[in-house]
Nanobody
């Protein structure tokens, strides 16, 4: 069973940057895709970015060009560099691991989440 532990959330002003990290342990051989979802109050959970072990990536249109996902396979860790943050990026960010990016929502292992708050 995969365990995911997120870190790096917090309160930041609009226009600033944050970096989230997520370390995976246990059952890591089944992990091909890792990524981040987020959920804002009153909204559905949405995919922010995903990355495959090979390095292929997928981004939500709303974060394209501002966020960068990366991965250290040796450390089983995924990162999300968030630049030019906007108040609408405020949400709980969840780390997810799954056999594929498409499988994350329904079949992934999820972390407990980390709060990101962007003030205007």
């Amino acid at each position: 069973q995969v365990e995911l532990v997120e870190s790096g959330g917090g309160l930041v002003q609009a226009g600033k940057s944050l970096r989230l990290s997520c370390a995976a342990s246990g059952g890591i051989f089944a992990i091909n895709a890792m990524g981040w979802y987020r959920q804002a109050p009153g909204k559905q959970r949405e995919l922010v970015a995903g990355i495959l072990r090979s390095g292929g990536t997928n981004y939500a249109d709303s974060v394209q060009g501002r966020f960068t996902i990366s991965r250290d396979n040796a450390k089983n860790t995924v990162y999300l560099q968030m630049n030019s943050l906007k108040p609408e990026d405020t949400a709980v960010y969840y780390c997810v691991a799954a056999p594929s990016i498409a499988a994350m929502a329904g079949f992934g292992s999820w972390g407990r989440g980390t709060q990101v708050t962007v003030s205007s």
